[in-house]
């Protein structure tokens, strides 16, 4: 069990800053996301949890201890990168008790400590099977077991699933979060897959170009992102940006879009320019005769029970996402109502979410 925690955690190249004054804590037994584009640095910041990098600048705590200038062999905790790969000359057995072994562990510790792995993934049954013949779902458990069984005070794993196809993936998300919810060990997870983390994290930290932008909920990020890029990043389709006039003082309650007023929760902050951007999930647009703002239908595309339908506007391309009762076709003038309670206003000067009465549905984690 352990609580992870750094601060103004720097890494540099050369000149290139990877990992940018990064400061959080993951709590004892919390299932923590890292997410983010390919090259924002989250590997960089796992390895120096790790103790494999070391920081350019800043500290890391283990149970608030300092560890930041620990070898990784001295920090207890399991890197796990690549969760599928067997060795398929080993019986399932060999397979999990593997990293015991190489510890060199007296045999009756790793023979137990290897029943009790698979008791907990429910793969005991199999423990002298080859692990060729099994099943992909046992093949996955069998790696989980090898991750899991050394002790560590938590675990780092980075793109574990990245070469899984989706089917896998998804089975691999449920195994992993139950696992997690049995063991109760701190969990860092890094991806830069949303429905990973959104299916899996008690809170996910999103990253961009080195920095991170965001710690919360998985609800909380998607229904009140703190940047244009987290509202962007997170949602498919993702969220609408619509080019917007404020004058925007706290407590105002309406945004101009195109000379049209768009009501918006009551804001907290002003703005001292005009310019705004406002922004709106394809979920919260409704289609009407009349509406706030006036389009035109350019696409209709069914999707079970939901269609995704694109209106071009004065202000830009929208996507709406709509009951499948709606009937709209190609090319016929519609109306937009936006969701007053859920829009979100931007300084497109600094791109960050203006403070509001936005409604999220959750408390802050
Ligand atoms: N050893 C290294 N030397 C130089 N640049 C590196 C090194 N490791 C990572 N980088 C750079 O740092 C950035 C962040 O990398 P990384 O942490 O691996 O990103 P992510 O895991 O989010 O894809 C990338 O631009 C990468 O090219
Ligand atoms: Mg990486």
Redesign the pocket.
């Known amino acids: 069990m352990a609580e992870i925690r750094i601060e103004n955690l720097f890494?540099s190249?050369?000149d290139?800053v990877?990992?940018r004054d990064s400061s959080f804590t993951v709590r004892d037994g919390e299932f923590f996301v890292?997410l983010?584009?390919?090259?924002?640095?989250?590997?960089?910041?796992?390895?120096m949890i790790a103790g494999l990098?070391m920081p350019s600048a800043g500290r890391i705590f283990l149970d608030g201890e300092e560890v930041t200038f620990n070898r990784a062999s001295h920090r207890d905790l399991a890197f796990v990168f690549q969760l599928f790969a067997l060795y398929p000359h080993m019986n399932v057995r060999k397979n999990i008790s593997f990293p015991l072994r190489m510890e060199g562990l007296p045999r009756r510790e790793v023979r137990e400590r290897t029943d009790e792995v698979a008791r907990m993934l429910q793969i005991d049954h199999l423990l002298n099977r080859p692990v060729t013949g099994l099943s992909s779902g046992d093949r996955q458990r069998v790696a989980l077991g090898r991750a899991i069984v050394r002790r560590a005070k938590a675990f780092l794993m980075?793109?574990p699933l990245g070469a899984l196809d989706a089917e896998f993936r998804e089975m691999m998300c449920e195994e992993l979060r139950l696992l997690h919810d049995r063991v109760g060990a701190t969990q860092v997870y890094?991806t830069?897959d949303q429905i990973e983390a959104m299916s899996m994290a008690d809170r996910i930290c999103v990253?961009d170009k080195?920095e991170v932008l965001q710690i919360a909920p998985p609800a909380e990020i998607y229904a009140r992102p703190a940047t244009r890029f987290v509202a962007g990043f997170i949602g498919s389709p993702a969220m609408n940006f619509l080019p917007a006039m404020g004058g925007l003082e706290v407590g105002a309650t309406a945004v101009r879009v195109n000379g049209s007023v768009i009501a918006v929760p009551r804001l907290h902050e002003s703005l001292d320019h005009e310019a705004a951007v406002l922004g709106v999930r394809p979920e919260n647009i409704g289609i009407a005769d009349e509406g706030a703002l006036k389009g035109r239908v350019f696409a209709v595309e069914y999707m079970g029970s939901r269609q995704l339908i694109t209106v071009d506007t004065d202000a830009g391309r929208l996507r709406v996402r709509a009951p499948n009762t709606v009937r709209v076709d190609f090319g016929e003038n519609v109306g937009l109502n936006f969701d007053s309670k859920r829009v979100v206003v931007f300084d497109p000067a600094t791109n960050r979410a203006l403070a509001s009465d936005l409604y999220a549905g959750v408390s802050d984690g």
């Open positions: 890494k190249f050369g290139f990877a990992v890292m983010g584009p390919s090259g924002c640095g989250k590997t960089t910041t796992l390895r990098e980075d793109e890094v830069h990253m080195g």
